[in-house]
């Protein structure tokens, strides 16, 4: 019993002491605080009057500044709208109708310019285009006259095609009617000459053709000629 009462005292008298230890604690920290305020309102003060010092200086700059500008201006009479002479502004008047008429000038003659070279881009055009057209007309020219030609001698060569057609049943008609009519009167002294030799040159003879015609055909064509002559005299 003794000693847990003694215990008790040792704890009780650790409570009071640490109880006094924390309000020494708060006592302290409540006199920096008012330290602290009592810093803050010194300082808040000296800015206050520091803010009323510059504002007073300014004060008095702008009033002397201000004063410095009314003598100024009263020194050389500002602010002062002077009517030019009448020189000058003939002068003035002359420079600014002699830059308009520049002005102008220059873009009269830019537009003259323009409009020349687009003249002369239409007239390239034009002549490129005539040029294309008489190559195009020639061109059409030249095939037609080609095309004209070749039917001049397609019709030609059908032409004597059928001339020589016709001239050739001729002459084997009549070479018929001579062997029919007049046998009697062949001699024995020409050369046998066979039926196509006959029509073949017969046919060279009548068509016009420049190979040239055997002799013996030609004496045969010359006496079956006359001898056709002959029967038809009789």
């Not at 009057?49 to 004060?59: A, C, D, G, N």
């Not at 008095?60 to 002062?80: L, T, W, Y």
């Not at 020639?138 to 004597?160: I, Q």
Request: aromatic fraction near 4%; include cysteine.
């Amino acid at each position: 019993m003794d000693r847990h009462i003694g215990e008790m005292e040792s704890r009780a008298s650790e409570v009071m002491m640490e109880r006094a230890a924390w309000n020494q604690h708060i006592n302290e920290c409540m006199s920096q605080e008012m330290d602290d305020m009592q810093q803050k309102r010194l300082r808040a003060k000296e800015n206050s009057h520091f803010l009323e010092q510059q504002i007073h200086l300014y004060e008095n700059k702008k009033r002397d500044q201000r004063k410095e500008d009314i003598v100024a201006a009263s020194a050389h009479e500002f602010p002062k709208f002077a009517e030019p002479a009448e020189s000058e502004k003939k002068d003035f008047v002359h420079g600014q109708q002699a830059r308009m008429r520049a002005d102008l000038d220059d873009q009269v003659r830019t537009n003259a310019t323009l409009r020349n070279l687009a003249k002369q881009r239409e007239r390239a055009l034009e002549l490129n285009q005539l040029e294309a057209n008489r190559q195009e007309m020639a061109m059409l020219r030249n095939a037609e006259r080609a095309k004209r030609a070749y039917d001049r001698e397609a019709l030609a060569t059908a032409w004597n095609s059928e001339i020589r057609m016709k001239n050739v049943w001729k002459a084997i008609d009549n070479h018929n009617k001579v062997g029919s009519h007049v046998p009697q009167v062949l001699s024995t002294d020409d050369p046998p000459m066979s039926r196509g030799s006959s029509v073949l040159s017969a046919g060279r003879i009548m068509t016009g053709s420049s190979r040239k015609v055997p002799l013996g055909a030609s004496s045969s064509l010359t006496k079956i000629e006359s001898r056709l002559s002959t029967g038809r005299k009789l």
